[in-house]
């Protein structure tokens, strides 16, 4: 009897220390775990489920790996956690950072494209973008990226992302054009997005644009040369690959180029940068009022005139204020 005594002293012995471990398990599954601030880490995938539980108590997320490895087992959950990039909040149970691992919640960076932006200067953007993977080495075509905030996902590849920006302009292009006013100059969608671009880079004022989308407009009906400052500067600087380092003058606006609109009539052969989708509208239905110049202000506008006298004028007001500063369509 003396056995059958040890031995049901044994087993109770043994089912209070599996009870308490129980106990301190349950507790553990949804006490606030070890993270004193938010966290982000990537779960890899293909990663066991011991894989991601040592990742998960390297980066200070939970405090005993095993017992996460167990809880992850015994409620089935382990099968169902999903890769990715996660952010957790400081002191999250193991119970919750199961459910966010399930949940597929996953962290979405942005990318936000400022419109004007030349294609080199988008993809320096893009290879500094964290989170992506794949260096772009060759820029995208001129005027072929649709600036907007665009958003991904961690390890996603960079010329994913040039596809969208391209897909998207094609799209926004597309619909503009069918909306477009008639009997514009223009003979084709790329043509628009050419003159787009030059206006994008004359204004940033949304009020603007139409107006002087109207006197490019009305300067190409006449033949006239556009005379635009910024396609000749994007001639110049190789398309904003190298400075210009010095302010525009009587030698630059003979250079043969085929972007300098001071030399030859009508559009240059490439859009000179990105337009958005307002500069774009604006071409496809500019504010015609009979102007052919426009010159700055002074004040971050522009004054506009229908005679080379009324420009003249604004151009001698302007100088009288301030040193000369470079005249968009004037000369």
Same mark, same amino acid.
């Given at each position: ?110 990318? !936000? &494209?400022?419109? =004007? +932006? @030349?294609?080199?200067?988008? %993809?320096? #953007?893009?290879? $500094? ?101 910024? !396609? &000749?500067?994007? =001639? +110049? @600087?190789?398309?904003?690959? %190298?400075? #210009?380092?010095? $302010? ?84």
């Amino acid at each position: 009897m003396r056995w059958l005594r040890y031995g049901v002293l044994g087993l109770v012995a043994v089912l209070a220390v599996l009870a308490g471990a129980l106990g301190w398990g349950i507790g553990d599954y949804f006490n606030a775990g070890p993270l004193n601030q938010p966290t982000t880490v990537v779960i890899a995938k293909g990663d066991s489920i011991a894989q991601i539980a040592a990742t998960l108590a390297a980066a200070g997320i939970i405090a005993h790996p095993r017992a996460f490895e167990v809880a992850a087992n015994l409620t089935g959950a382990a099968p169902g956690l999903k890769a990715g990039e996660y952010e957790f909040p400081p002191g999250i149970s193991p119970r919750f950072v199961i459910e966010l691992l399930l949940s597929g919640r996953v962290v979405r960076h942005k990318l !936000t &494209l400022p419109e =004007g +932006l @030349t294609s080199a200067e988008v %993809v320096g #953007l893009l290879n $500094a973008a964290p989170a992506l993977e794949g260096r772009v080495e060759i820029p995208p075509p001129e005027g072929t990226l649709l600036p907007e905030t665009y958003f991904y996902l961690w390890g996603e590849r960079r010329q994913e992302l040039i596809v969208r920006m391209t897909r998207a302009m094609d799209e926004a292009l597309a619909k503009a054009w069918a909306a477009r006013v008639p009997g514009l100059p223009l003979a084709n969608s790329q043509q628009a997005l050419i003159l787009a671009s030059i206006v994008e880079k004359e204004t940033a004022r949304k009020d603007e644009r139409p107006r002087i989308a109207g006197v490019y407009i009305r300067r190409l009906r006449l033949s006239m040369r556009l005379q635009a400052d910024p !396609t &000749l500067i994007y =001639g +110049l @600087t190789q398309g904003g690959r %190298v400075p #210009l380092g010095h $302010a525009l003058g009587h030698a630059d606006v003979i250079v043969d180029s085929p972007y300098n609109t001071y030399f030859f009539t009508g559009l240059p052969p490439t859009p000179i940068a990105n337009p958005g989708v307002a500069a774009i509208n604006a071409v496809l239905h500019p504010d015609d009022r009979g102007e052919l110049y426009f010159v700055a202000d002074g004040t971050g506008g522009h004054a506009f005139a229908k005679t080379l006298a009324e420009h003249n004028h604004n151009v001698a007001r302007l100088r009288a204020l301030s040193p000369p500063k470079a005249a968009g369509a004037a000369d």
